[in-house]
């Protein structure tokens, strides 16, 4: 049937959540950390079916994105479209190239949000989580899941939590 190359730069980097799309394991999948160049993240989509922002990729020059690459089974390719809400148009697939330990990949699938909001919307606890429990158990550079970390942080701080700083950091760090 063959397979196709997945960028993930959201919770599908967490194997484990990634594991209820797929209805199996999904660490045989993984290839390993990538990079996407010109990119950068942000929270530019709300989840209806989450209620919060959710992560986004938009062009950038001189910016990288880091995620996860997977070499998927076609089977998979319906349940990735419904998990990234293509058919609601939530997100469409955009291919582009990655590179992951010296190779470059081209061809490779990743999702991007159809209607962008203007201003970042803050992730709630439970995507904050999973996302960057993703980049940590996929050994994304260190740099890179303090930055994540702190960008989701200032989001939530600004719109969710403000005046609850110290206890929300130390909760976050705790679960990791």
Known sequence: MGTFYYFAYGSCMCPVDFQRTLEESAHPYII????????RLGFYRRSSNRNCGTLDIVPEHNSLVE?????????????????????????????????????????????????????????NDWYFQ????????????????????HH????????LHPGNK?????????DL
């Not at 991007?112 to 919307?121: F, G, N, Q, R």
């Not at 429990?133 to 890179?144: D, F, K, Q």
């Not at 110290?166 to 705790?174: E, P």
């Open 166 to 174: 110290s206890k929300k950091t130390l909760t976050l760090i705790q």
């Open 67 to 123: 995620g996860v690459l997977y070499s998927l089974s076609w089977r998979f390719s319906d349940r990735l479209d419904l998990r990234e809400e293509v058919p609601q148009n939530g997100y469409r697939r955009e291919i582009v190239t990655v590179s992951s330990a010296d190779k470059v990949y081209k061809n490779v699938r990743t999702y991007v949000a159809v209607d962008k909001l203007k201003a970042e919307l803050a992730p």
């Open 130 to 149: 999973v996302v960057l429990r993703g980049a940590v158990t996929c050994s994304l550079p260190e740099e890179y899941c303090w930055q994540l970390f």
């Open 152 to 159: 989701m942080y200032q989001l939530q701080q600004t719109q």
């Open 32 to 39: 390993g950390r990538a990079t996407l160049k010109n990119h």
